[in-house]
């Protein structure tokens, strides 16, 4: 049912005053056709008295050593155009009331002198600098034309003035910043007190928020930057609280399941098997373990993340829950991203069982490994053991999500390394049993935000401890030039058991040109720098069976050195491989790397993980302070960043936090592949406070309405179907 202030609000924009069909036809490129839709175009910044400075008082800025941005509002006075030999040069000079200055171009001169007219008033951005005649001078400035009577009401009254984006579609209509501007003023006299009120009453009432006429009308003419910071606030609010509201329907959803099961410690089976374990378990391992324990007992279902730093011990504690889920008669299954690691987990658990079935004999606990690229006879057998429940434990790859993939009564999902599944795979292979309990296992540390957003329906258990006698690796950065000392270090360690691991980057998006590179640097070392030691080589173009043999062999110690690309990236546990030997390692993400470190440091050991790097980057000691970076810093040394905190970090929660400085929660997390919505208002390290509020706001609506029922939600209930459709396949609500 549509209400009439809706059905006004979708006219198209064409009715708006100064937009006729050929600027209708440019707003519907980029994605804008109705009213609503550009009531909702908000200005990407804001000028307003506090931000501007006059001419000679930026002189004086300058004159005093000030090297940052700003802005100075004037009139254009004159331009001239200069011709060289081989360039030319624009120049327009500008003044207001207290002086004057300079901008120049270099290039586009023809457009950037039609749009420098004599008498027109610009805001002009950027960080100036004095010419040669000591003028106050502007290279390839930001510039935004502001109206006379904007200009003197900005003077006077101190107005807020919005820019907006103005994408080529729209310039090329002739809509320039006066004419943005205009139109959307029109838009929000006319129809913003149309718009329908997104959050309940309630809500805006006890969290002191704008409403949302308010808001719209305020984010774009602010009528102080109070108001301003206030509409803005509400917009972030809203988004958290629509974000949150989805966390929460979709644990809501899981744990309301019906079908869960309750699995209890049966028989002796766990005791025995930690007697043949050839460790002890840390303090941390076994608190997390009581934690899944009791999420196991309880029948609905478990939905946990399992966290702890490359090399805590995550798989055994996984391998105990499935264990207990095996001894009540159900199927566990371990999912891992790549075949290697498939193999090796298997490997590992099968010899554990092995042992384990010498000291406990009344259940014999049968494992199946299932990888996309076995044969088929193989594979075969494998989906009919998993079918008849011939298996208890199957280990897989990607290959488990297939349809042909039955299981006679699954009881425990486990997922390893799950930063490199999306949210659809997950749910795909839980649907495949009768809402199986769930461990997500991942090595990075989540921020407090993103565990209470994309993470926020999963409960958290951390294992904050490392196994004993651990010593933190050694990281070196190295130049180029050094590479045979480091190869000749490699080679004196081989006498203390050391095993090594050197590591070349994909060059290319190219599988080819990975072979390729890996390959020649195999066949070079082999002939020059190692070959005194015995070589491997592993790549991702390998057939499985090859990659299978090249790992055992390594681990057998057939192998001193192992040269490989990234398929070694995750989860690959050799004891005795303690050097790692990273090329060309500012071509590497910060995760990245801190993953690949962790392939060594698993024993008593001292390990060493040495990244080289060009020589310039290694020699150069622009020593940064990383606690302390400006955002043009990382933007700058994005390289050097990531080098340094290497050198200087080891915990990996420090290395999670530089890394989502340096690259935005989004990527890190896959918030894409999180199934929630972009924020475009919120940034959720940023607004940590409001994302309280709306979280806690949020849960207390689901906790109370689950269904969003009652009266006073119906307004969430309307705005989740309207626009947020997509995000709610694994969060229902009716
Ligand atoms: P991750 O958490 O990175 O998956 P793994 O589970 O691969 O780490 O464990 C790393 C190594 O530490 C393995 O060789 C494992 O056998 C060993 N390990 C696990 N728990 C302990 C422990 N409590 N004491 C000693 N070694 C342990
Ligand atoms: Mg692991």
Known sequence: MISDKEKILSEPVQYIKSVGPKRAEAFKKIGISTVRDLLFYFPSRHLDRTTTLSASKAYGYLMNGYEGELTIIAKVADKEKRFFSRKSLLKVQLRDSTGFFECIWFQGIKYFESVFNEGDIFAVSGKPALSKFGNLQFTHPDFDRISEEESNSFLNTGKIIPFYRIPKELRTTNIGDLSLRRIINHAVEDYADYLEETLPAEIISKNNLLQLTEAVKNFHFPSSKETLRHAIERFKFEELFYLEM???????????????HSMKVQTNLILDFLKILPFDLTKAQLKVLSEIRKDMEDPSPMNRLLQGDVGSGKTIVALIAMLIAVDNGFQAVMMVPTEILADQQAKNISGLLKKLSMVNNERKIKLSLLIGEQKKSVKEKNLQDIELKEADIIIGTHALFEEKVKFKNLGLVVVDEQHRFGVAQRASLMVKGVTPDVIVMSATPIPRTLSMTVYGDLDLSIIEEMPKNRKPVKTLLRGDSKLPDIFKFIIDKKKDGYQSFIVYPLVEESEKLELKAAESHYNELKETFLQDVSLGLIHGRMSWQEKEEAMMLFLAKKYDVLISTTVIEVGIDIPDANIILINDAHRFGLSQLHQLRGRVGRSEKQAYCILVTKD?????????????????????????????????????????????????????????????????????????????????????????DPHLKEQPNQVIRKNLIEHYSGSLRYAKIA
Not at 246 to 260: E, I, P
Not at 620 to 625: C, S
Not at 626 to 631: D, F, G, M, R, T
């Open 246 to 260: 989805l966390v929460a329907l979709r644990k809501h959803n899981y744990k309301s399941q019906l079908a869960g």
């Open 616 to 704: 310039e980057f290694a020699g150069r000691q622009e020593k940064l302070q990383l606690e302390y970076l400006s955002p043009a810093q990382l933007e700058k040394y994005k390289a050097s960043v990531r080098l340094q905190s290497m050198v200087k970090y080891t915990d990996g929660f420090k290395i999670a936090e530089m890394d989502l400085k340096l690259r935005g929660p989004g990527n890190i997390f896959g918030t894409q592949q999180s199934g929630f919505p972009e924020l475009r208002h919120a940034n959720i390290t940023e607004d940590v406070n409001i994302l309280l509020k709306a979280k806690e706001e949020a849960f207390n609506i689901v906790e109370n």
